[in-house]
């Protein structure tokens, strides 16, 4: 499996725009999650599906931030509209499970790097 | 709620010396504790584990034992190497809600 796949890569927006971020998680997962990463606030998690489903969402910043899971292999994270304060790296991750004491280690794709100008 | 602490960095050791990251954490029910590193310009790879109380995980000389007497996950090396040079972040994974998160990371730099 090529692991979890994120695009773009980079993104570079004027303030105002619409963003959309897109993950690819891996094929058989039934986790996912968004994460925010800053200097200044770290790693946080913004939201997080459960087969499909969102289960939690209380990281999501404000109402201009949105996201979705159409299905088992596809997500968007959307900034609409976009602030310079919303440049970060964007992560995406997925796992097998819910927890309950197993093995679910969640795989990390490569990040989206985000700038609002 | 679920909560994880680790120590502030950044820490700069020489090559050969002693690691040691210290995580807390505080969280209901029976979590599973992760360490995770980061190098630069990459996104976060999974480095350890560890599912129960007593379990130690280890990866590459790291290793980490999941304290729950002191709801503790400390990450430790006996001889760091310039190569280890990263952002290291312990992480929870609740069993009751699934949801999982991160310490605030620890950045590791080793000198030759």
């Known amino acids: 499996d090529a692991g979890v796949i994120q695009s773009p890569r980079h993104e570079v927006t004027e303030m105002g725009q619409e963003v959309t971020l897109r993950c690819k998680p891996i094929s058989g997962h039934n986790s996912l999650f968004w994460y925010r990463q800053t200097m200044m606030r770290g790693l946080e998690l913004l939201i997080y599906f459960n087969n499909n489903v969102p289960i939690d969402d209380s990281g999501m910043p404000e109402d201009r931030f949105s996201a979705k899971m159409p299905n088992a292999s596809f997500s968007t994270l959307k900034i609409q509209p976009s602030e310079p304060r919303d440049s970060a790296v964007y992560f995406c991750?997925?796992?097998?499970?819910?927890?309950?004491?197993?093995?679910?280690?969640?795989?990390f794709g490569q990040g989206t790097r985000l700038t609002v100008v | 709620g679920n909560s994880v602490t680790q120590m502030e960095g950044p820490v700069t050791l020489s090559e050969e010396a002693f690691l040691t990251i210290n995580c807390t954490y505080t969280?209901?029910?029976?979590?599973?504790l992760f360490w995770y590193v980061q190098y630069p310009g990459e996104g976060l790879q999974l480095l350890l584990k560890?599912?129960?109380?007593?379990d130690k995980g280890s990866n590459k000389g790291f290793e980490a034992t999941y304290r729950k007497e002191t709801t503790s996950f400390h990450l430790e090396k006996g001889s760091v190497q310039v190569s280890d040079s990263a952002v290291y972040f312990c992480?929870?994974?609740?069993?009751?809600?699934?949801?999982?998160?991160f310490g605030q990371g620890t950045t590791l730099q080793v000198k030759p």
């Open positions: 991750a997925s796992s097998l499970g819910t927890g309950g004491g197993g093995n679910t280690e969640a795989f």
């Open positions: 560890a599912t129960k109380a007593d």
């Open positions: 992480a929870l994974l609740s069993g009751n809600t699934g949801k999982l998160i």
């Open positions: 969280a209901t029910g029976y979590p599973s």
